[in-house]
């Protein structure tokens, strides 16, 4: 149910996180690649300040800054606060829940902010917290479960069905454990082609991501990536192009 909203359409972020995080790691890189080839879009530097603060920034392929963001994860793990600025759209989104009361608050070309409020009877996933959802989630996965959730789109003002279960990985990945992201709704999975996700099956980090990433184009379009992250005590990565 939306309430008190005074909200125009602004782009469309991100239909999923790609952002990898643990209270544990200190410093994570993702490199983001056109689907199929090795052309470098962006990277996604992601860096803990305490088990519960870490900072997101996202950088051109020639290492300018393209956007940032600080992530808050003390009340709910799987809906973090959010403030996040694109510098390239000059837009500012700040995201708060309480009393299971979601509030987004966006601001573009130095324009007043507009306000829209979120309530969802079911569990609410933000961001990041897709990847501790996934962690949480784990044993059901490994069950063969399929786990429904809801996931925030703050530019379309609401919250989509999404689901999520195991799928086969790649031959000769035995190391790592594949899932699949989906819509519920079938009009909605019309729109919006599969995630898939690769974690590695002992440390539960996210390897590797396909699909719709967080950060829009210089249009403020949608697009799609493949995602492949580097962990400081590992080289571990795939090869760009390779088929999930």
């Known amino acids: 149910m939306l309430t008190k909203t005074r909200w ?13 995080q643990s209270a544990a790691t200190a410093y994570v890189v993702g490199t983001a690649y056109s689907p199929g080839s090795d052309q470098i879009l962006y990277t996604e530097s992601y860096t803990t300040d305490s088990a519960t603060q870490a900072q997101v920034k996202y950088n051109g392929a020639e290492g300018e800054l393209l956007a940032e963001k600080r992530l808050d994860f003390s009340h709910d793990r799987h809906a973090p606060d959010v403030i996040r600025k694109d510098y390239r759209l000059d837009l500012s989104l700040t995201i708060t829940t309480e ?7 966006a601001k573009r070309n130095g324009e007043a902010p507009l306000d829209a409020t979120l309530e969802v009877d079911d569990k609410l996933v933000i961001d990041a917290g897709f990847d501790f959802f996934v962690q949480d989630q784990w044993r059901d996965l490994m069950a063969s479960k399929e786990i429904k959730f809801r996931y925030l789109l703050p530019a379309r003002k609401t919250a989509i069905k999404l689901k999520l279960k195991q799928r086969d990985c790649k031959a000769g990945h035995q190391q790592r454990v594949c899932f699949q992201v989906k819509a519920t709704n079938w009009f909605v999975a019309a729109l919006m082609p599969p995630i898939d996700l690769e974690y590695d099956k002992n440390s539960l980090r996210l390897l590797r991501f396909s699909g719709f990433g967080q950060l829009p184009d210089s249009n403020g379009k949608n697009q799609e990536v493949d995602i492949h992250y580097r962990y400081p005590d590992t080289e571990q990565e795939t090869e760009p192009g390779s088929t999930p």
């Open 99 to 105: 009393d299971d009361i979601t509030t987004m608050r």
């Open 8 to 20: 125009r359409a602004l782009p469309c972020c991100i239909l999923l996180v790609a952002s990898a």
